[in-house]
Each structure stands twice: as C-alpha cells, then as structure tokens.
C-alpha cells in the first residue's frame, strides 16, 4: 500500500515539475497591452476576439490578391503585401502570417526587425543579397546572395534586409510565425519618429554633429509596408 502511495505520490510530483517547466506567458500579440482593474474599459484582448464558432464561414480563412505586384514606385524601391490576422480573420490564435515583397532593380527592404516573429523567405525570382545582424555584444552579420528557389530565415526580433542586387525586378514569399508579427523600421524608428527623438541624443548616439541629425529627420521617412 505504502509503495503504491509512494508511487502516485512521485508520479504527482512528476507531473506537476513538467507543467511548471512548460509554463509560460502567452506572446504579446501587440506592442502593449496595459493591466486594467476595471474591466469596462477594457479594449483590447492579447490578440482578437473571437467569433461565434457557429457563424464562421470559409471566407474567415480566405484572402485574394497575393498574386499582384506591390507598388515599388517609391524612394526604398520595394513594397511589402501583408497577409495576417488583418487580412484573414481565420488567422487569430494560429501564430502565423505570410507576406509579398516586390523588390525594383537595387530596391531594398531597409534594415528592421519584426518583435514578434521569425520568418522564413523564400526568393520567387531575381537575386537578393540578405543578412541579419546578432544581439549585443557580438553584432555578428549573417549574409548570403539567394537565387530563384532559394530560402533564408530570419531569427525572431533582430534587425535583417534584403537588397535586389539584379537588373532586373525581384519578388519574394515569406512566412512569420506570428498572427501579427509587427515590423520596426530603423531609420524610421530612429529619425522619424513622432514626436522626433531629442537630436542631442541622436548626436551623441551616432557620433554625427546635431545639425546633421536634424537634416536627416526633416526628411521624408517612407514606410514600403
């Protein structure tokens, strides 16, 4: 009797050591989510809501359009077409998303990162040159030159780009592991942004005199997503 309490006592314990182990918060679905006491002024959940299971449809899990070419008239020479939770409803709670990026000759998919998603590219036609770049200390640069069927992947929230290094147009698919991956642009973040960074920061920060930094935010700051 004694061994056999012993045993459940040791399988419980098992069990309950593998629940803690595997525990974890849920990933932020968007950039901030702040605790509220009083839920009537609640907006957002982390994520959608979701529909009534009865009133889902086929077209809750449907998009169309994947297929045209983004408008690469524009200073980046790139533009990116989204499809997530946005555009497929169906996409809530799935953790995943896809995207076109249409590339003109030497147009680029400037350096930013995604905080909430890995994603994996694969090039449909053209030559891309890509990279990404580690955490601190190291900011160790990872590039390769991808041809037509090529796939690259970029790990979770670190700054990456990709260059057509062609002659001609370049169109890539990737997918991101993320219902709403999000994307930072960095010199939109940096000198764009609104209100503008204090320029003594941006001075200091990049060791470039101020009146340099504060031509650089005068100017337009073009968003290919």
Aim: proline share 8%.
């Amino acid at each position: 009797m004694k061994k056999g309490v012993s045993f459940l006592v040791t399988v419980a314990l098992m069990a309950l050591a593998s629940s803690l182990a595997s525990a974890s918060d849920p990933s932020p679905l968007q950039d901030t989510c702040v605790a509220i006491a009083e839920p009537k002024n609640a907006v957002f959940v982390n994520g959608k809501f979701c529909k009534n299971p009865n009133l889902t449809k086929a077209e809750d899990f449907f998009y169309s359009g994947l297929d045209k070419p983004g408008n690469i008239s524009n200073p980046v020479g790139s533009a990116v077409t989204p499809v997530n939770v946005a555009q497929i409803p169906g996409l809530n709670t799935l953790g995943i998303s896809a995207v076109r990026i249409d590339y003109a000759p030497y147009g680029q998919n400037p350096p930013h990162t995604h905080p909430r998603a890995t994603e994996i590219l694969t090039v449909l036609e053209g030559t891309l040159l890509v990279g990404f770049v580690t955490s601190n200390p190291e900011n160790r640069l990872f590039t390769k030159v991808l041809n037509k069927g090529d796939v690259f992947v970029f790990p979770i929230d670190l700054i990456h780009f990709q260059f057509n290094i062609g002659h001609t147009n370049a169109v890539a698919i990737a997918g991101l592991s993320s219902q709403n991956p999000g994307v930072i642009t960095i010199a939109n973040a940096v000198f764009g942004s609104d209100p503008a960074i204090d320029p003594d920061v941006l001075s200091r920060a990049f060791q470039l005199d101020k009146n340099v930094v504060k031509n650089i935010q005068s100017r337009f700051w073009y968003d290919n997503n």
